[in-house]
């Protein structure tokens, strides 16, 4: 099961097995219908347009909980809108599974990416799509000339895309964080030699 990126057109599709064709229930949640079988599912990674905004903020809501509110990556995201040219959606025919997200952020006076919400339907997970979502959105912000990328999540899973542990005290973030979980990606090389202090939307970004 392939769960890398993408290819270099507005679109990208790859295809995943699974034991059962799955379709909305009711608000947009994904449930399986165990009438109708199939035995491929075809992925195909779109960029976020302004009209995916509704059924993404249901998949945080269904995701993540009202608990999303007090995170620190969520605190600095309400001061900068996520840049749609950078994040993207995945979809199994018409239905969102997946979405990720990239907000301009400065590291000290260091232009930089803030990667998240990454979000998966709970019935696709372990398919790949989280993966290709990241492989995805890396790939355009290195094509568009960025350089950095932070997150905060686990090693285990992000390094197997770039991602590696911020020394710790060099980088903090506007609340409380397991240092442990702050990463960044280096989308060219040395980028993030010398880099560091407070973590801020960069409201300069257009």
Request: charged fraction near 20%; glycine fraction near 12%.
């Amino acid at each position: 099961m392939a769960s890398g990126a993408t290819g270099d057109g507005p679109e990208s599709a790859q295809v995943l097995s699974a034991a059962g064709c799955w379709r909305p229930d009711g608000a947009g949640a994904a449930r399986r219908d165990d009438v109708e079988t199939m035995s491929e599912l075809q992925l195909t990674i779109l960029p976020e347009t302004a009209g995916d905004a509704l059924a993404i903020d249901r998949l945080h809501e269904r995701t993540f909980g009202p608990g999303r509110f007090a995170r620190s990556a969520y605190r600095i995201r309400e001061g900068r809108a996520h840049a749609l040219d950078l994040s993207f959606t995945a979809r199994i025919g018409t239905l969102l599974v997946g979405s990720v997200r990239l907000t301009p952020i400065c590291i000290g006076d260091t232009p930089a990416l803030l990667l998240g919400p990454l979000t998966v339907e709970p019935p696709f997970r372990s398919h790949g799509i989280g993966r290709a979502l990241i492989d995805r959105s890396l790939a355009n912000a290195k094509a568009k000339n960025h350089t950095l990328v932070v997150l905060v999540g686990d090693e285990p899973f992000y390094g197997k895309a770039g991602f590696k542990r911020i020394p710790k005290g060099q980088v903090k973030m506007p609340g409380p964080v397991d240092p442990g979980r702050l990463l960044i990606a280096e989308l060219a090389p040395g980028a993030f030699d010398g880099v560091s202090g407070l973590i801020r939307p960069d409201w300069a970004a257009v």
